[in-house]
């Protein structure tokens, strides 16, 4: 059929004029029907693969999306919950920081009220150590100074006096005498 029209066309052709800017009918028409040919070829043929080419990369594309926006959904899920996680270890540490001067506030007030009581009993047990020093220091001077007192008012009188009831009275009349004058 090809062939046919192809000879009808030379036929044609050599009865006419050859312009040289008008092609032949004959390769017109056999241009047409070989386009047509090659783009029914393409549109039924190529077509199709583009298509589905075209249609695996979409769905590549939006799959990669799709993973993409839930890898993002979980990685805010994730930090959400590490951020909810560090919220509560920060108010847990500021709990147990706050429970430790606490602590320390009423370890340090327990231990000054111990070494006040300390302080105190010290001080009470040095008070009454040196109040029995003196009172001790105070009977062996006044014994001493009866002693002496005797001794010298022995001297004085030109008699001994031995007796010590009355040597003992004379020593604390002697001793009471001195106190209230001092006083």
Do not use: C
Request: glycine fraction near 4%; charged fraction near 25%; charge should be negative.
């Amino acid at each position: 059929m090809i062939s046919t029209l192809v000879f009808a066309a030379a036929e044609n052709a050599e009865e006419e004029e050859l312009n040289p800017l008008i092609p032949h009918t004959a390769e017109i028409i056999i241009g047409l029907v070989f386009f047509a040919i090659l783009f029914l070829l393409i549109w039924k043929v190529v077509v199709p693969l583009f298509e589905k080419a075209y249609a695996e990369r979409t769905a590549a594309i939006e799959g990669g999306i799709e993973e993409a926006q839930a890898a993002q959904k979980e990685a805010k899920a994730a930090l959400d919950q590490y951020t909810a996680q560090l919220a509560g270890a920060r108010q847990e540490a500021a709990a147990i920081r706050e429970e430790a001067k606490e602590q320390g506030a009423q370890i340090i007030a327990e231990l000054r009220a111990q070494a006040q009581a300390e302080a105190e009993r010290i001080t009470t047990t040095a008070h009454a150590q040196v109040e029995a020093e003196r009172s001790q220091v105070l009977a062996q001077l006044k014994g001493e100074v009866g002693s002496m007192a005797t001794a010298l008012a022995g001297r004085i009188v030109g008699e001994v006096l031995d007796d010590s009831a009355a040597q003992k009275r004379t020593v604390d009349r002697f001793i009471a005498e001195l106190e209230e004058s001092a006083n």
